[in-house]
């Protein structure tokens, strides 16, 4: 397994498809596109700030992509972002899925693809997903993020079609917005007050999932979403440094391709209807 990583900042997307469409070929002559599967995919929705103007662009898509709704922020515009993938003989061509994944089930997709055990951690595979097999595909029973912004701080869990979200912690705000994203995918109509039942499961789960910090003495924030951001891309340069220069090499494992395009929304890729952007 040899693992690129391509970080993309979305200033430059219009020379992004040119630079995907130079890779290709180069697999290709190198034997290696049969035996590659490449992710294309974000960090994070839109950003608020650096100069761009998401709403005008509108690279949320489908969301509010405008400050307090996208990066940073953990609405829907914030935390939903595009997956392209592509995978010769695996993955069928034009096939799209509904299946909800996160970044922590990135480990064991490609640990399960290459057969090794992945270290433990709270992600499923989503290599059955990949192969069609939406009968043998495991499901999270719910998702739960927390930004522990300084000044602003934000915690939400998703299960099933409800999304629940509480903002503004830093300054003592402990209202839960509810969600049911079936029917309000933007996220404005606020049903908390019609389902305190489901408010209070969500509480107690976030409760559950959340560790503190050592590191911030009373403030319960987990460091695990920092982290994890920090393991993946090291890994990925870390399969990069072991294969440049060297011999190559067409074994049996796959190789993978991920690429991150930095703040990118559903709204800036043409094939979701992006009209400023090729």
């Known amino acids: 397994l040899y693992m690129y990583l391509f970080y993309i900042t979305n200033i430059y997307m219009k020379k992004t498809s040119k630079i995907i469409n130079k890779t290709n070929p180069k697999l290709k002559a190198e034997n290696l596109y049969d ?7 974000s960090d994070n929705g839109p950003t608020f700030n650096g100069g ?4 005008w662009f509108n690279s ?15 609405h829907e515009g914030g935390i939903r972002v595009p997956a392209v993938m592509v995978w010769k003989g695996k993955i069928k061509p034009g096939s799209e899925t509904d ?8 480990m064991p997709t490609l ?15 989503f ?17 739960y993020w927390e930004y522990p912004d300084p000044k602003i701080g934000n915690k939400a869990i998703r299960m099933g079609k409800w999304k629940g979200i509480i903002t503004n912690i830093r300054q003592g705000n ?24 489901i408010v ?22 987990t460091t695990m979403n920092t982290a994890f951001h920090c393991i993946l891309p090291l890994a990925c340069f870390s399969g990069l440094a072991a294969h440049a220069g060297g011999p190559k090499q067409n074994t049996s494992k796959p190789n993978v391709i991920l690429i991150y395009a930095d703040d990118l929304g559903y709204g800036d890729l043409e094939c979701y209807g992006a009209k400023n952007i090729e």
């Open 174 to 197: 402990t209202e839960m917005q509810l969600y049911d994203l079936d029917a309000d995918l933007r996220e404005e109509h606020d049903v908390a007050a019609q389902h305190p039942d």
């Open 111 to 125: 640990a399960e693809i290459i057969s090794v055990t992945c270290p433990p951690t709270d992600g499923i595979s």
């Open 99 to 106: 299946h909800i994944c996160c970044f922590q089930d990135v």
């Open 200 to 221: 209070a499961k969500f509480r107690q789960l976030m409760e559950e999932s959340s560790t503190p910090d050592p590191n911030r003495v009373g403030l319960k924030f």
């Open 127 to 143: 290599l059955p997903t990949l192969l069609g097999n939406k009968a043998g595909q495991k499901e999270h029973e719910y998702l």
């Open 60 to 74: 949320g898509g489908w969301f509010k992509s405008e400050y307090g709704w996208g990066k940073c922020f953990l």
């Open 35 to 41: 035996n590659t599967l490449i992710i294309f995919t």
């Open 52 to 55: 761009s103007d998401s709403p």
